[in-house]
């Protein structure tokens, strides 16, 4: 069983806010991902990170930031929160090694207003 | 850009009937994965292949992996209301890349 875990499960938040999505994993993973998914859609990566201090851009374009400063915790900030951001967001994380089964956490589901 | 295409994207059967979905690459994968999603979760891994031709089977799930690794397939047999969500098929290429998904098969299995 996977332990990923995310924070708020659910947000509902007005135009203009800033907004930090929690991921956290307790396997001591060195790769984390953050992906955006309509509901029943596929799912996009934003943001992925190989360890810490490493961060890079997926391929949706997104105005999100994420930092990495240490292995378990890679948060996901939005400055300035809008309609067009409402959407499921998944962290996910994998080892380096092996044939990197990805696990997910199970989401926060943000929608702006 | 590596692509996976998924088929069917939507799937409604009834109860007991038996089921594939495909997921098909013009590039070879050094692995290939399933996930399962229902609503408002994440996905779960079904199962991992590597090796082409190989077949794994997870119950009633019977996973194949194509010989030139390019494919893969799932089959479900006598499908249940529980085997309901959106099934993901994802293949890495290689080492530390991203994995790549497909958009899915959203699959209702009525009872």
């Known amino acids: 069983e996977a332990d990923i875990y995310q924070t708020p499960r659910y947000l509902v938040i007005g135009t203009g806010k800033k907004i930090t999505l929690e991921c956290s994993q307790t396997?001591?993973?060195?790769?984390m991902y953050w992906y955006q998914q309509d509901p029943g859609m596929e799912l996009h990566l934003i943001h992925y990170?190989?360890?810490?201090?490493?961060?890079e851009k997926g391929d949706l374009s997104s105005e999100s930031t994420v930092s990495r400063i240490r292995t378990e915790h890679f948060p996901l900030t939005l400055e300035s929160a809008r309609p067009s951001h409402t959407s499921q967001y998944l962290c996910?994380?994998?080892?380096?090694?092996?044939?990197?089964?990805?696990?997910f956490g199970p989401g926060t589901r943000l929608t702006v207003l | 850009t590596q692509l996976l295409e998924q088929s069917p994207q939507f799937l409604s059967i009834q109860e007991g009937e038996n089921l594939t979905v495909y997921c098909n690459s013009s590039?070879?994968?050094?692995?290939l994965q399933w996930y399962r999603q229902e609503p408002g979760e994440g996905p779960v891994l079904l199962v991992t292949?590597?090796?082409?031709?190989e077949v794994k089977k997870l119950k009633r799930l019977t996973f194949q992996f194509g010989d030139a690794r390019k494919d893969s397939s799932l089959h479900i047999t006598a499908a249940q209301p529980g085997d309901t969500g959106l099934y993901l098929c994802?293949?890495?290429?290689?080492?530390?890349?991203?994995?790549?998904f497909g958009k899915g098969t959203r699959l209702s299995v009525i009872a």
């Open positions: 996910a994380s994998n080892r380096l090694a092996g044939y990197n089964e990805q696990f």
């Open positions: 396997m001591g993973h060195d790769k």
């Open positions: 990170s190989y360890g810490v201090n490493s961060t």
């Open positions: 590039s070879v994968f050094s692995s």
């Open positions: 292949v590597v090796t082409g031709g």
């Open positions: 994802a293949g890495r290429n290689s080492g530390n890349t991203p994995l790549v």
